[in-house]
């Protein structure tokens, strides 16, 4: 599968943005897609992650409750709506899938997008 991250742009802290990722080819219902992020000089992070087949999400700590990842399965796509920005929220952000179940860790997505950057400013 081939994953194209968008949506990502430059916002003030306290806004919101939405990043889309668009998956070409089959997503089974045990596999799992996730975002990602990568803030410079930094190692890549854990962001939030859903099971393609029941909807179950999984969220970082730093951001729960203040972004959402949904999926849309008839048109193969992924959201990440992040609300409330902070600065320390810009990163590199990617999109992800997992074939195994794995849900948090970077080792177990195997699939990944281009990444698309999201810079937030104080």
């Known amino acids: 599968v081939q994953l194209q991250a968008s949506g990502g742009g430059l916002v003030q802290a306290g806004g919101s943005l939405r990043l889309s990722c668009a998956a070409s080819g089959r997503i089974y219902s045990s596999h799992v897609m996730g975002w990602f992020r990568q803030a410079p000089g930094k190692e890549r992070d854990f962001v939030a992650s859903?099971?393609?087949?029941?909807?179950?999400?999984y969220y970082a700590d730093s951001v729960k409750g203040r972004f959402t990842i949904s999926r849309e399965q008839g048109r193969n796509m992924v959201y990440l709506r992040m609300d409330s920005l902070k600065p320390e929220d810009t990163a590199v952000y990617y999109c992800?899938?997992?074939?195994?179940?794995?849900?948090?860790?970077?080792?177990?997505?195997?699939?990944w997008g281009q990444g698309t950057l999201v810079t937030v400013s104080s």
């Open positions: 992800a899938r997992a074939r195994n179940g794995g849900l948090r860790s970077v080792a177990d997505f195997v699939d």
């Open positions: 859903i099971r393609w087949g029941v909807g179950l999400t």
